[in-house]
T-cell receptor
Framework: DAKTTQPPSMDCAEGRAANLPCNHS???????VYWYRQIHSQGPQYIIH???NNETNEMASLIITEDRKSSTLILPHATLRDTAVYYC???????????FGAGTTVTVRA | KAGVTQTPRYLIKTRGQQVTLSCSPI?????VSWYQQTPGQGLQFLFE???????NKGNFPGRFSGRQFSNSRSEMNVSTLELGDSALYLC????????????FGPGTRLTVT
């Protein structure tokens, strides 16, 4: 069962930052926060993951609150190609099964 | 480096038939997982293979099975197909079981009529 709660949908203007929230209030100390996205009819794509520090890569930034009960994925300059379903997943590093919830459908508008 | 490939991309079968789907992981990746995606249930984990052994299994009936070959390529088989097996079947590969990131293929769209 998914251990995260995400809003079902959100809109974002092209060129603006998209901030995607995720609630994981029952996260345990050895569980990481992972983000994947799935563009229509394609396989999910890994975005980023973190344990407790904020993380940044070429795709996005991940901000995890100090109590680790929630996080925010930031797409700094959203493009139309970022329109997708975004999944926030909590898992231990060696828990190979990914438990996907319903995710957030992000629509980037021109 | 080539990504995860899955064949065939589309498949139409009749109830009661069986089907075999194939997945070739990224070169050097040794772990392969399979997922089923349907509009009603979303993405659900089927099973994971590493070093030719099934290491994890999701909550699916025994009609769903798989195997992994010595070159890490994997196949999954569904016997006695039911209408509810219509789904997108996704394969994901990972360098190692504890490495973290999984890379997904484009999927096989199975339609059971």
């Amino acid at each position: 069962d998914a251990k995260t709660t995400q809003p079902p949908s959100m809109d974002c203007a092209e060129g603006r930052a998209a901030n995607l929230p995720c609630n994981h209030s029952t996260i345990s100390g050895n569980e990481y926060v992972y983000w994947y996205r799935q563009i229509h009819s394609q396989g999910p794509q890994y975005i980023i993951h973190g344990l407790k520090n904020n993380e940044t890569n070429e795709m996005a930034s991940l901000i995890i609150t100090e109590d680790r009960k929630s996080s925010t994925l930031i797409l700094p300059h959203a493009t139309l190609r970022d329109t997708a379903v975004y999944y926030c997943i909590v898992r231990t590093y060696d828990d190979y099964k990914l438990s996907f919830g319903a995710g957030t459908t992000v629509t980037v508008r021109a | 480096k080539a990504g995860v490939t899955q064949t065939p991309r589309y498949l139409i079968k009749t109830r009661g038939q069986q089907v075999t789907l194939s997945c070739s992981p990224i070169s050097g990746h040794r772990s392969v997982s399979w997922y089923q995606q349907t509009p009603g249930q979303g993405l659900q984990f089927l099973f994971e293979y590493f070093s030719e052994t099934q290491r994890n299994k999701g909550n699916f009936p025994g009609r769903f099975s798989g195997r992994q070959f010595s070159n890490s390529r994997s196949e999954m088989n569904v016997s006695t197909l039911e209408l509810g097996d219509s789904a997108l079947y996704l394969c994901a590969s990972s360098l190692d079981r504890v490495f973290g990131e999984q890379y997904f293929g484009p999927g096989t769209r199975l339609t059971v009529t």
